[in-house]
């Protein structure tokens, strides 16, 4: 293998987890880049395709595959995800995801990496960036359902987007997760720490915004936030599991980081009769100028962040850039 320098039209730098685990970011530069990658899709900079899907009947396997263009950052990728045993409790299952990125200036390929830092940034940063333009102005108490990655790194990005959070709340299942998520807060907040709930339904009256974050055999086991245990002006934000899909039909106002990947990626928020409502906004035109995120403090807010390929892109360019600073990858001859 050639030296991470040596790139040309026939090699690659193949970024693996490990190298992705050295590199030296932080939240404000995390956020500043998702949020632009928002903001230049809203201006329509770049190009976001609806992404595929493809799941077999009895539900075994999970896979996805995004194609995208950063207009901003002149870069074109391809995301793929595929989860094994998707069916079954997590410890059972089996997920790989990538990011090949290619630069639409040069033609030249950028990198090949694993987008498992990628993917457990960009969705929290995206989550605190729908909590920062779409929460009533008073909001002070946040809590988190789910102990899993999405969970242990929502906090941090929450703090670090809406400063004036006062009350952090997690409700999960394992204990494990729940310590890592108090850890990483600590880790860029030492002063600041999380509550641990014992009662979903207490700490989701309390709450201004919530995120769903927990997996599908987590919601079986506590169930999920209703309508009726949500306060006028709350906010809910929906990553994963935990928010009960009457929560969507009957908000006031609906927000999606992507209509049109929801409508991919949502559809087990259906109703009766397998139909989903339409959103109000999308957050690239929310935090474009261009839509409101909240009419009034008494909204009750649905927000649905699903992954858009033009944030994969622009961190995975950051982080490629990062890397290569760092001496970080090896380059392959693979063309």
């Known amino acids: 293998m050639a030296s991470i320098n040596a ?31 928002y903001k230049a899709y809203a201006a ?15 539900g075994h396997s999970l896979a996805y595959s995004m194609l995208g263009r950063d207009g901003e950052r002149q870069t074109v990728a391809f995301k793929t995800s595929y989860k094994f045993n998707a069916d079954k409790e997590q410890s059972l299952q089996k997920y790989y995801t990538s990011l090949l990125l ?4 040069t033609g030249l390929p950028i990198a090949l990496m694993d987008c498992s830092l990628v993917g457990a940034l960009r969705t929290p940063a995206a989550s605190a ?9 008073d909001a002070r108490t946040a809590l988190v359902i789910g102990s899993g990655v999405q969970g242990q790194n929502a906090f941090p990005f929450l703090v670090a987007a809406m400063p004036q959070l006062e009350r952090l709340i997690i409700h999960g299942n394992h204990e494990d997760g729940i310590a890592a998520a108090r850890e ?5 907040y030492p002063e600041r720490d999380i509550e641990v709930s014992t009662d979903l339904e207490r700490s989701a009256r309390a709450a201004d915004i919530i995120i769903g974050a927990a997996g599908a055999a987590s919601e ?15 906010l809910t934000i929906l990553v994963g ?3 009960h899909a009457e929560l969507l039909h009957q908000a006031d106002h609906r927000v999606a980081t992507s209509e049109a990947q929801m409508r991919v990626t949502g559809t087990d928020l259906a109703d009766a009769e397998g139909a989903l409502p339409a959103v109000d906004a999308e957050l690239p035109d929310i935090l474009a100028g261009n839509k409101p995120g909240r009419a009034h403090d008494d909204q009750r807010i649905f927000a649905y962040n699903s992954g858009m390929i033009v944030t994969d892109i622009a961190l995975g360019r950051l982080f490629a850039e990062r890397a290569r600073a760092q001496q970080l990858g090896q380059t392959i001859r693979l063309w």
Do not use: F
């Open 7 to 37: 790139v040309d039209a026939g090699s690659i730098c193949v970024l693996n987890k490990q190298d992705l685990a050295g590199l030296r970011y932080s939240l404000a530069e995390v956020l500043s880049t998702v949020e632009g990658a």
């Open 44 to 58: 329509g900079l770049s190009a976001n395709p609806r992404k595929l899907a493809a799941k077999p009947d009895d």
């Open 102 to 105: 290619y630069d639409d200036i």
């Open 129 to 137: 960036l729908l909590a920062r333009s779409c929460a009533h102005g």
């Open 184 to 188: 990483r807060l600590r880790a860029h």
């Open 220 to 234: 079986k086991t506590y169930g999920a936030v209703r309508r009726a245990w949500i306060r006028p002006g709350a």
């Open 241 to 243: 599991y935990g928010l």
